[in-house]
């Protein structure tokens, strides 16, 4: 068993722009998660007073905080506002430390899925934070990097 844990200060995460070109938005990011779901079944048979299960379906969210910024070429932007336009799905990659040989890199196909929250707080000096939401569309793959 291995004692070395992972730092997250390294972490890459990258979004298609409309074009279909993955986008390292990494600089404008501070926070992504990523989570997989796995459903069950569940049923009962006669003379047998315990549950059963069936292996269902596997799903996935993300969700991606970036900072809000007017500038262009920037994550929000040219990327988020162009999304919350045209919608449709766009590839999420995050790669785990970083993006260096035998690091872990995640990747799916993604859609926008729930409320995009813009955060402004009048009190704070911290950086203008939005959150997206994202629901897998299809497989969340798993490579190492090489």
């Known amino acids: 068993m291995s004692n070395t ?3 997250s200060h390294n972490v890459q995460v ?3 722009d409309e074009l279909g070109a993955q986008v390292d938005i990494s600089g404008n990011a501070n926070d992504v998660s990523i989570t997989p779901s796995f459903r069950a079944g569940t049923y009962q048979v006669f003379k047998d007073p315990w549950d059963r299960k069936n292996d269902g379906g596997k799903g996935w ?4 905080d970036i900072f809000y910024s007017v500038a262009a ?16 799905n766009r590839t999420l990659t995050v790669s ?3 993006a260096n040989t035998g690091s872990d890199e995640w990747s799916g196909e993604a859609i926008l899925e729930g409320d995009i929250e813009i955060q402004a707080d009048r009190t704070s000096n911290d950086p203008m ?3 997206i939401p994202m629901g897998g569309d299809g497989a969340l793959t798993r490579i190492t990097i090489v």
């Open 61 to 64: 969210k993300a969700n991606v």
């Open 96 to 98: 785990i430390p970083d």
């Open 5 to 7: 844990p992972a730092i």
């Open 73 to 88: 070429a920037e994550a929000f932007r040219d990327i988020l506002t162009n999304w919350m336009e045209t919608r449709g």
């Open 129 to 131: 934070k939005v959150s």
């Open 14 to 16: 990258e979004l298609d």
